[in-house]
């Protein structure tokens, strides 16, 4: 199945956006995540911790509703799914 | 009332929204937390507009650093207070107004203080821990926070109303790592186009405000969207606001 994931700021520098993603059916979101940025450790880094938890940070939207990055785990995709990933931009 | 001098000087815009709305923008008093990047076109935006009393408030003295997007500040300016700077510029823009500067970091122990009786608040900030403080003082007050941010050709900006909309923390309820931004001066004068324009309109009383959404602007793709918020009722800051009167400084 074919999900849409769409990064801004920082995270679409460093992976890009809109990108369709093939996943396995009962895959979660951060398991969607992870693999759409396996292509740059960087972008990686940026948003997962080093135990692969979602930087307290990231916003994480599902068919634009908010989603707790805490609870994101609990979420499986599905078919169609629009998943936008963002950090809080920070200067001025 | 306005002045013929101030007719002559508004009469453009008066076409919009006439007498009425002039002295509206008169009568209000818009405080500015920042007179950097973002401060700058939103400071100098809203004193051309005629907006009556503006208080803005910086810390830091300019660096040269600062001259690629902080109009404020000229390269004669180099090593002079940003609030010295900002008024000078901002009074000769337009003597019509009053401009109040406070040289001070603006923190949890004296934001509602220098807030004063401002009608709203524009963020104009670098950092979330002083943004999350000014989200207090306006939860606090009742008063608008006009939130923006950017970040090299990427920007952000929500307008905020307490009890009514999503606040800051509702919507980044964690900051992230300070770090030295890259930026261009493009972005924090669209930005800051988006906040002063909110500004008016909220003082005007016209329009759609950018409530409950949160605008997402993309330089290098010249691609504006957004995404719309909603309020957090488990949020720390505002998730206990009753709306009730009276704790109003």
């Known amino acids: 199945m074919k999900v849409r994931v769409r990064f801004f700021a920082r995270f679409r520098e460093l992976l890009g956006t809109d990108i369709i993603a093939e996943v396995a059916e009962r895959t979660t979101l951060p398991d969607l995540i992870k693999q759409v940025a396996q292509k740059n450790i960087e972008g990686h880094h940026a948003i997962f911790d080093e135990h692969g938890q979602f930087r307290e940070y990231v916003i994480l939207m599902r068919n634009a509703r908010r989603i707790d990055t805490a609870d994101a785990a609990k979420n499986v995709v599905a078919d169609g799914d629009e998943i936008a990933v963002f950090p809080p931009v920070a200067g001025g | ?249």
């Open chain 2, 1 to 249: 009332m306005l002045s013929e001098r101030e007719r002559e000087r508004y009469k453009r815009q008066m076409m919009l929204f006439g007498d009425e709305g002039q002295e509206l923008l008169k009568k209000a008093h818009i405080f500015i937390a920042g007179a950097g990047g973002l401060g700058s076109p939103v400071s100098v935006y809203l004193a051309v507009a005629g907006i009556g009393n503006l208080t803005v408030v910086d810390r830091d003295v300019v660096d040269q650093s600062n001259l690629n997007r902080q109009i404020l500040h000229y390269d004669r300016d180099i090593g002079r207070k940003k609030t010295e700077s900002a008024e000078e510029k901002l009074m000769a823009i337009n003597p019509d107004i009053t401009v109040r500067v406070i040289d001070t970091t603006i923190e949890e122990k004296n934001a509602v203080d220098l807030v004063g009786k401002s009608d709203g608040i524009v963020d104009a900030m670098d950092n979330y821990p002083a943004r999350y403080v000014l989200n207090n003082v306006a939860i606090r007050k009742k008063i608008p926070l006009f939130h923006g941010a950017i970040c090299g050709f990427y920007g952000q900006a929500t307008t905020i109303i307490p009890g009514q909309t999503a606040c800051l923390a509702c919507i980044f309820p964690k900051a992230p790592p300070n770090e030295v931004f890259p930026v261009v001066g493009v972005t924090p004068g669209l930005i800051g186009m988006v906040q002063a324009t909110e500004v008016l309109k909220y003082l005007l009383k016209r329009g759609e405000l950018l409530t409950n959404r949160l605008f997402m602007w993309d330089g290098m793709q010249a691609h504006a969207e957004e995404i719309c918020m909603e309020r957090d009722p488990r949020c720390t800051a505002c998730g206990s606001f009753c709306g009730t009167p009276g704790n109003e400084q």
